[in-house]
């Protein structure tokens, strides 16, 4: 979170922590079963807020699941690009 709460001190930029939880197939892929986005509390008298997704295909559910998806793709793609290089 510590990367986050930078982030999210500077002015109109806010971005949500992922974790992500995946099942094994048997065709040996992995596939995401459940995420939680996560914003760190906003002083130090509350906690964090925290909202779970599961898979969803229809309706406004589905639309719900792929945007928690982005920002799985979105976090994963900054940490390899900014910090692991």
Same mark, same amino acid.
């Given at each position: 979170?510590?990367? %986050?709460?930078?982030?999210?001190?500077?002015?109109?930029?806010?971005?949500?922590?992922?974790? @992500?939880? +995946?099942?094994?197939?048997?065709? $040996? @892929?992995?596939?995401?079963?459940?995420?939680?986005?996560?914003?760190?509390?906003?002083?130090?008298?509350?906690?964090? %807020?925290?909202?779970?997704? @599961? +898979?969803?295909?229809?309706?406004?559910? $589905?639309? %719900?699941?792929?945007?928690?998806?982005?920002? %799985?793709?979105?976090?994963?793609?900054?940490?390899?690009?900014?910090?692991?290089?």
């Amino acid at each position: 979170m510590t990367y %986050v709460n930078r982030i999210n001190a500077l002015y109109s930029t806010k971005i949500y922590a992922s974790r @992500t939880l +995946h099942f094994l197939k048997k065709d $040996g @892929t992995l596939r995401p079963f459940a995420i939680e986005l996560s914003l760190p509390p906003l002083d130090q008298c509350r906690e964090s %807020v925290r909202k779970a997704f @599961t +898979h969803a295909e229809h309706s406004t559910q $589905g639309v %719900v699941w792929q945007l928690a998806i982005a920002y %799985v793709i979105v976090n994963d793609t900054d940490y390899y690009q900014l910090i692991s290089h």
